[in-house]
């Protein structure tokens, strides 16, 4: 009788991949950036805006003020408040 061994995959390049994904971004001029979860009047002011359509084309800008919030499905919106606000 021969036990069971069974199979399974496993992806030996996930850390080359990841590594190769973060040096293409920084080539590109891309930087990581930690955020602050909205709170008070700026979550309110985010959810607001996260509900309304986006301009997939507009280039977003992280300031100071920046902070994110979960929209309805889940998924982070980035919330910068307007300059003139």
């Known amino acids: 009788m021969v036990p069971y061994v069974?199979?399974?995959?496993?992806?030996?390049?996930?850390?080359?991949?990841?590594?190769?994904?973060e040096l293409c971004m920084r080539d590109h001029g891309y930087a990581q950036a930690k955020l602050p979860f909205c709170t008070?009047?700026?979550?309110?002011?985010?959810e607001k805006r996260?509900?309304?359509?986006?301009?997939r084309a507009r280039v977003m800008?992280?300031?100071?003020a920046s902070c994110y919030v979960h929209k309805p499905d889940g998924t982070p919106f980035l919330y910068t408040p307007e300059a003139n606000a």
């Open 6 to 21: 069974g199979i399974y995959s496993a992806d030996t390049n996930t850390a080359l991949r990841t590594k190769n994904f």
């Open 50 to 55: 996260a509900r309304l359509p986006q301009n």
């Open 40 to 46: 008070g009047d700026k979550a309110k002011a985010a």
């Open 61 to 64: 800008h992280i300031t100071q």
